[in-house]
């Protein structure tokens, strides 16, 4: 009954450091996004992937990359950490119909000094 | 571009009374969904309900209940008898139809405070 496994769970980095947050979903859905939660500014989508092999830029994705390893796993990585990024970070998942929910993994904080 | 406004930034409601979250979007589709998602202080984002914009009952889910006025394109949250368990950041999310690689679009999101 895992759902969204998101880790970690915290991260500090020093400014320029790289990282690469994890996500795997056990729920066979095909879509999976990494969005980020600021305050007062909602959850922004950062890239999306719609299926295996495919990537694609949401609203926020300079300084990110990801990578859709298998239907399971997405992950984003920063490669140069810069303050700015300093936020919580979502991953989900969601089936393929329209009005299928997203399911979200329990969020990465991460702050960068 | 579709956007979605929450223009409470705060609401605050008495136990066992009921309290209405606004929202309202902008798109030219005529078809879409709308999603109303909870996060408590856990951080855990939680589906509340969902609507089809071609359906014209409002949906509702126990005491969690929506009005939903597509000409006017806004999708209220109505909670009715507060719990203490409904205090959270409470957002609303937009879809174009069609499938699940359409982007769901969130507002800033509504902070409600639940007094005992």
């Known amino acids: 009954n895992a759902g969204v496994t998101q880790t970690p769970k915290f991260q500090v980095l020093k400014t320029g450091q790289s990282m690469t947050l994890q996500c795997a979903q056990d729920m066979n859905h095909n879509s999976m996004y990494w969005y980020r939660q600021d305050p007062g500014m909602g959850l922004r989508l950062i890239y999306y992937s719609a299926s295996e092999g495919t990537t694609d830029k949401g609203e926020v994705p300079n300084g990110y990359n990801v990578s859709r390893l298998n239907k399971r796993e997405f992950s984003l990585r920063l490669e140069s950490a810069a303050p700015s990024q300093t936020s919580v970070y979502f991953c989900a998942s969601s089936g393929d119909s329209g009005n299928s929910p997203l399911h979200f993994g329990n969020g990465t904080r991460l702050t960068v000094t | 571009a579709q956007t979605v406004t929450q223009s409470q930034p705060e609401m605050s409601v008495q136990e066992a009374e009921t309290v209405t979250l606004s929202c309202t979007y902008d798109?030219?589709?005529?078809?879409?969904?709308l999603f109303w998602y909870k996060q408590p202080p856990s951080r855990q984002m939680i589906l509340v309900i969902r609507?089809?914009?071609?359906?014209?009952q409002n949906a509702t889910e126990n005491r969690f209940s929506v009005n939903f006025q597509k000409a006017a394109k806004s999708f209220s949250l109505k909670i009715s008898d507060s719990q203490l368990g409904d205090a959270a950041m409470y957002f609303c999310a937009y879809r174009n139809y069609g499938g699940a690689t359409n982007k769901l679009i969130f507002g800033t999101g509504t902070l409600l405070a639940v007094q005992p």
């Open positions: 609507q089809e914009a071609y359906k014209q």
């Open positions: 798109t030219s589709e005529s078809d879409y969904y």
